[in-house]
Protein backbone atom coordinates (compact mmCIF):
# COMPACT_ATOMS: atom_id res chain seq x y z
CA UNK A 1 0.00 0.00 0.00
CA UNK A 2 1.21 3.21 -0.71
CA UNK A 3 0.54 6.96 0.99
CA UNK A 4 -0.14 9.82 -0.27
CA UNK A 5 -0.31 13.23 1.64
CA UNK A 6 -3.12 15.88 0.77
CA UNK A 7 -2.52 19.62 1.68
CA UNK A 8 -5.31 21.08 2.11
CA UNK A 9 -5.15 23.94 4.44
CA UNK A 10 -2.52 26.79 4.60
CA UNK A 11 -3.63 28.60 7.57
CA UNK A 12 -1.33 26.75 9.84
CA UNK A 13 1.19 28.54 11.00
CA UNK A 14 -1.27 31.45 10.78
CA UNK A 15 1.31 33.93 9.29
CA UNK A 16 1.31 34.02 5.67
CA UNK A 17 5.45 34.41 5.45
CA UNK A 18 5.90 31.05 7.03
CA UNK A 19 3.13 29.30 4.44
CA UNK A 20 5.89 28.34 1.99
CA UNK A 21 8.51 27.28 4.53
CA UNK A 22 5.91 25.06 6.18
CA UNK A 23 4.84 23.51 2.82
CA UNK A 24 8.27 22.95 2.14
CA UNK A 25 9.06 21.05 5.35
CA UNK A 26 5.89 18.71 5.06
CA UNK A 27 7.17 17.85 1.24
CA UNK A 28 11.01 17.28 2.61
CA UNK A 29 9.46 14.89 5.95
CA UNK A 30 6.79 13.39 3.41
CA UNK A 31 9.49 12.36 0.84
CA UNK A 32 11.86 10.97 3.13
CA UNK A 33 9.78 8.83 4.87
CA UNK A 34 8.71 7.22 1.72
CA UNK A 35 5.05 8.91 0.82
CA UNK A 36 4.48 8.26 -3.08
CA UNK A 37 2.71 11.44 -3.67
CA UNK A 38 2.18 14.62 -2.68
CA UNK A 39 -1.56 17.12 -3.49
CA UNK A 40 -2.96 20.22 -3.17
CA UNK A 41 -6.76 21.36 -3.79
CA UNK A 42 -7.63 23.10 -6.84
CA UNK A 43 -9.37 25.61 -4.59
CA UNK A 44 -9.27 29.91 -4.96
CA UNK A 45 -11.38 29.84 -1.93
CA UNK A 46 -11.04 27.35 1.02
CA UNK A 47 -13.92 25.31 1.60
CA UNK A 48 -16.72 25.88 3.97
CA UNK A 49 -17.09 22.78 6.19
CA UNK A 50 -17.00 22.48 9.44
CA UNK A 51 -13.12 22.77 9.74
CA UNK A 52 -13.01 25.88 7.42
CA UNK A 53 -14.24 28.94 6.05
CA UNK A 54 -14.24 30.43 2.89
CA UNK A 55 -11.86 33.37 3.39
CA UNK A 56 -9.10 31.54 4.69
CA UNK A 57 -5.54 30.96 3.11
CA UNK A 58 -5.50 29.27 -0.05
CA UNK A 59 -2.97 28.87 -3.19
CA UNK A 60 -3.68 28.14 -6.68
CA UNK A 61 -2.67 24.59 -7.32
CA UNK A 62 -0.56 24.29 -10.21
CA UNK A 63 1.63 27.19 -8.93
CA UNK A 64 2.39 25.41 -5.60
CA UNK A 65 3.08 22.29 -7.29
CA UNK A 66 5.64 24.11 -9.43
CA UNK A 67 7.57 25.16 -6.02
CA UNK A 68 7.12 21.94 -4.69
CA UNK A 69 8.50 19.97 -7.62
CA UNK A 70 11.87 22.06 -7.26
CA UNK A 71 12.01 20.65 -3.84
CA UNK A 72 11.08 16.82 -4.16
CA UNK A 73 12.64 14.13 -5.95
CA UNK A 74 10.93 11.03 -5.95
CA UNK A 75 6.88 11.99 -5.33
CA UNK A 76 4.24 12.11 -7.72
CA UNK A 77 2.93 15.41 -7.80
CA UNK A 78 -0.89 16.29 -8.87
CA UNK A 79 -3.90 18.27 -7.87
CA UNK A 80 -6.80 16.25 -6.21
CA UNK A 81 -8.53 17.06 -8.22
CA UNK A 82 -8.38 19.97 -11.25
CA UNK A 83 -11.17 21.49 -11.39
CA UNK A 84 -12.86 21.44 -15.09
CA UNK A 85 -13.95 25.21 -15.25
CA UNK A 86 -10.89 26.81 -14.24
CA UNK A 87 -8.56 26.14 -17.28
CA UNK A 88 -9.38 26.01 -21.30
CA UNK A 89 -8.47 22.45 -20.98
CA UNK A 90 -5.67 23.33 -24.19
CA UNK A 91 -3.81 25.39 -21.69
CA UNK A 92 -4.14 22.69 -18.90
CA UNK A 93 -2.32 20.19 -21.24
CA UNK A 94 0.60 22.53 -21.10
CA UNK A 95 0.18 23.38 -17.47
CA UNK A 96 0.55 19.88 -16.99
CA UNK A 97 3.18 18.97 -19.56
CA UNK A 98 5.43 21.96 -17.74
CA UNK A 99 4.72 20.24 -14.22
CA UNK A 100 5.65 16.84 -16.29
CA UNK A 101 8.84 18.71 -17.91
CA UNK A 102 10.38 19.99 -14.74
CA UNK A 103 9.41 17.52 -12.53
CA UNK A 104 11.45 15.04 -14.32
CA UNK A 105 8.18 13.29 -15.00
CA UNK A 106 6.36 13.37 -11.77
CA UNK A 107 3.15 14.90 -12.59
CA UNK A 108 -0.36 12.97 -12.47
CA UNK A 109 -3.13 14.78 -13.85
CA UNK A 110 -5.99 14.51 -10.90
CA UNK A 111 -9.11 15.94 -12.87
CA UNK A 112 -12.67 16.36 -11.85
CA UNK A 113 -16.23 17.99 -12.37
CA UNK A 114 -15.74 21.30 -10.20
CA UNK A 115 -18.53 22.09 -7.75
CA UNK A 116 -17.38 24.68 -5.37
CA UNK A 117 -20.08 27.59 -7.29
CA UNK A 118 -19.26 29.96 -4.20
CA UNK A 119 -15.94 31.22 -5.86
CA UNK A 120 -16.95 30.56 -9.15
CA UNK A 121 -19.64 33.45 -8.60
CA UNK A 122 -16.81 35.28 -7.18
CA UNK A 123 -13.94 35.10 -9.12
CA UNK A 124 -16.07 35.40 -12.26
CA UNK A 125 -15.81 31.47 -13.87
CA UNK A 126 -18.74 30.41 -15.77
CA UNK A 127 -21.41 28.31 -13.85
CA UNK A 128 -23.29 25.67 -15.86
CA UNK A 129 -25.45 22.73 -15.32
CA UNK A 130 -23.94 19.59 -13.78
CA UNK A 131 -24.66 17.75 -17.17
CA UNK A 132 -22.55 20.32 -18.97
CA UNK A 133 -19.66 19.99 -16.73
CA UNK A 134 -19.51 16.49 -17.32
CA UNK A 135 -19.67 16.76 -20.97
CA UNK A 136 -16.87 19.51 -20.51
CA UNK A 137 -14.92 17.26 -18.40
CA UNK A 138 -15.24 14.11 -20.88
CA UNK A 139 -13.59 16.90 -24.06
CA UNK A 140 -10.90 18.09 -21.58
CA UNK A 141 -9.61 14.55 -20.82
CA UNK A 142 -10.04 13.68 -24.59
CA UNK A 143 -8.00 17.33 -25.34
CA UNK A 144 -5.42 16.52 -22.95
CA UNK A 145 -5.05 13.04 -24.74
CA UNK A 146 -4.69 14.48 -28.37
CA UNK A 147 -1.94 16.89 -27.28
CA UNK A 148 -0.29 14.11 -25.46
CA UNK A 149 0.02 12.60 -28.66
CA UNK A 150 1.20 12.38 -31.97
CA UNK A 151 -1.87 14.12 -33.22
CA UNK A 152 -1.04 18.00 -33.44
CA UNK A 153 -4.77 18.26 -35.58
CA UNK A 154 -7.47 20.19 -34.69
CA UNK A 155 -10.25 19.63 -31.69
CA UNK A 156 -13.52 20.08 -32.76
CA UNK A 157 -15.82 19.33 -29.44
CA UNK A 158 -19.46 20.80 -28.72
CA UNK A 159 -17.73 22.80 -25.79
CA UNK A 160 -14.18 23.30 -26.86
CA UNK A 161 -12.73 24.02 -30.20
CA UNK A 162 -9.09 23.73 -30.98
CA UNK A 163 -7.53 24.89 -34.60
CA UNK A 164 -4.56 22.67 -33.81
CA UNK A 165 -3.34 20.75 -30.69
CA UNK A 166 0.83 21.14 -30.58
CA UNK A 167 2.55 20.69 -27.16
CA UNK A 168 6.52 20.81 -27.29
CA UNK A 169 8.12 19.69 -25.09
CA UNK A 170 6.34 16.32 -24.57
CA UNK A 171 5.91 14.62 -21.09
CA UNK A 172 8.96 12.71 -20.13
CA UNK A 173 7.92 9.14 -20.31
CA UNK A 174 4.39 8.90 -21.90
CA UNK A 175 1.50 11.04 -20.62
CA UNK A 176 0.99 12.22 -17.05
CA UNK A 177 -1.42 9.58 -15.80
CA UNK A 178 -5.42 10.47 -15.32
CA UNK A 179 -7.01 10.58 -12.13
CA UNK A 180 -10.05 10.91 -12.62
CA UNK A 181 -11.91 12.33 -8.85
CA UNK A 182 -15.22 11.54 -7.83
CA UNK A 183 -17.77 8.38 -7.05
CA UNK A 184 -20.70 9.01 -8.97
CA UNK A 185 -21.56 5.81 -10.15
CA UNK A 186 -23.22 6.89 -13.62
CA UNK A 187 -21.13 9.60 -15.08
CA UNK A 188 -17.96 9.63 -13.09
CA UNK A 189 -17.05 6.13 -13.07
CA UNK A 190 -17.87 5.54 -16.59
CA UNK A 191 -15.38 8.05 -17.33
CA UNK A 192 -12.49 6.43 -15.35
CA UNK A 193 -13.47 3.23 -17.53
CA UNK A 194 -13.29 4.78 -20.82
CA UNK A 195 -10.39 7.23 -19.94
CA UNK A 196 -8.67 6.82 -16.19
CA UNK A 197 -5.52 5.42 -15.19
CA UNK A 198 -6.33 5.85 -11.74
CA UNK A 199 -9.36 6.36 -9.44
CA UNK A 200 -10.24 8.68 -6.54
CA UNK A 201 -12.66 7.66 -3.92
CA UNK A 202 -13.58 9.26 -0.56
CA UNK A 203 -12.84 6.25 1.73
CA UNK A 204 -16.32 6.01 3.12
CA UNK A 205 -15.73 2.45 4.71
CA UNK A 206 -14.99 -0.40 2.72
CA UNK A 207 -18.43 -1.60 2.45
CA UNK A 208 -19.10 1.23 0.18
CA UNK A 209 -15.51 1.32 -1.43
CA UNK A 210 -16.35 -2.08 -2.61
CA UNK A 211 -19.94 -1.35 -3.93
CA UNK A 212 -18.29 1.46 -5.77
CA UNK A 213 -15.38 -0.72 -7.60
CA UNK A 214 -18.06 -3.32 -8.57
CA UNK A 215 -19.76 -0.13 -10.25
CA UNK A 216 -16.25 0.92 -11.77
CA UNK A 217 -15.59 -3.33 -12.52
CA UNK A 218 -18.60 -3.20 -14.90
CA UNK A 219 -17.89 -0.06 -16.73
CA UNK A 220 -15.14 -1.35 -17.71
CA UNK A 221 -16.55 -4.65 -19.03
CA UNK A 222 -18.91 -2.70 -20.95
CA UNK A 223 -16.10 -0.62 -22.17
CA UNK A 224 -14.10 -3.57 -22.64
CA UNK A 225 -11.44 -2.00 -20.04
CA UNK A 226 -9.11 -4.42 -18.16
CA UNK A 227 -10.23 -3.46 -14.84
CA UNK A 228 -6.80 -4.12 -13.33
CA UNK A 229 -4.84 -1.18 -15.46
CA UNK A 230 -6.83 1.07 -13.45
CA UNK A 231 -5.26 2.59 -10.12
CA UNK A 232 -7.38 2.12 -7.55
CA UNK A 233 -6.99 5.26 -4.54
CA UNK A 234 -9.08 6.80 -1.44
CA UNK A 235 -9.11 9.83 0.21
CA UNK A 236 -9.10 9.07 3.89
CA UNK A 237 -10.22 11.99 5.85
CA UNK A 238 -10.62 10.62 9.24
CA UNK A 239 -7.99 10.69 11.93
CA UNK A 240 -5.14 8.23 11.84
CA UNK A 241 -2.78 9.45 14.55
CA UNK A 242 -5.76 9.20 17.28
CA UNK A 243 -7.20 6.01 16.15
CA UNK A 244 -3.54 4.16 14.48
CA UNK A 245 -4.82 0.78 15.03
CA UNK A 246 -8.27 1.26 13.71
CA UNK A 247 -6.88 3.58 10.54
CA UNK A 248 -4.58 0.26 9.91
CA UNK A 249 -7.15 -2.30 9.90
CA UNK A 250 -8.90 0.09 7.57
CA UNK A 251 -6.15 0.35 5.19
CA UNK A 252 -5.31 -3.40 5.20
CA UNK A 253 -9.58 -3.68 3.83
CA UNK A 254 -8.62 -1.28 1.28
CA UNK A 255 -5.83 -3.16 0.01
CA UNK A 256 -7.85 -6.46 0.08
CA UNK A 257 -10.42 -4.21 -2.23
CA UNK A 258 -7.48 -3.86 -4.41
CA UNK A 259 -6.92 -0.37 -3.28
CA UNK A 260 -2.90 1.23 -4.27
CA UNK A 261 -2.70 4.03 -2.60
CA UNK A 262 -3.97 5.89 0.31
CA UNK A 263 -4.14 9.68 0.55
CA UNK A 264 -4.21 10.88 4.18
CA UNK A 265 -4.97 14.64 5.22
CA UNK A 266 -3.74 16.33 8.22
CA UNK A 267 -5.79 17.08 11.17
CA UNK A 268 -3.31 19.30 12.92
CA UNK A 269 0.41 21.10 11.89
CA UNK A 270 1.25 19.48 8.53
CA UNK A 271 5.21 19.40 9.67
CA UNK A 272 3.96 17.52 13.01
CA UNK A 273 1.59 15.18 10.95
CA UNK A 274 3.88 14.45 8.79
CA UNK A 275 6.79 13.78 11.21
CA UNK A 276 4.35 11.27 13.28
CA UNK A 277 3.27 9.75 10.85
CA UNK A 278 6.33 9.07 9.37
CA UNK A 279 7.63 7.55 12.16
CA UNK A 280 4.25 5.59 13.87
CA UNK A 281 2.20 4.25 10.63
CA UNK A 282 4.44 4.79 7.25
CA UNK A 283 6.60 1.81 7.94
CA UNK A 284 3.33 -0.33 8.91
CA UNK A 285 1.51 0.89 5.87
CA UNK A 286 4.31 0.38 3.51
CA UNK A 287 4.15 -3.79 4.80
CA UNK A 288 0.68 -3.81 3.83
CA UNK A 289 0.40 -6.22 0.83
Known amino acids: MKLGLHYWN?????DPALIAPTLAETARIAEQAGFAS???MDHYFQMETGRSVADEPMLE????????AALTERMT?????TGVMYRHPGLLAKIVTSLDVLSGGR?????????????????????????????????????????????NGPFRGKHYRLAETLCVPEP?????????????????????????????????????????LDVLRA????????????????????????????FLDDA???????????QLVPDRHPVSFAHQVAEHLAPAVAAIG
Open 10 to 14: YSTPA
Open 38 to 40: FSV
Open 61 to 68: GYTTLGYL
Open 77 to 81: LGLLV
Open 107 to 151: ARLGIGASWYEREQYGLGVPVVPVAERFERLEEAIRICLQMWSDD
Open 172 to 212: IGGHPPIMIGGSGERKTLRLVARYGDACNLFATGPDEVARK
Open 219 to 246: HCAAEDRDYDAVTKTVLYNGPVLDRPAA
Open 252 to 262: RAYAGLGVGEI
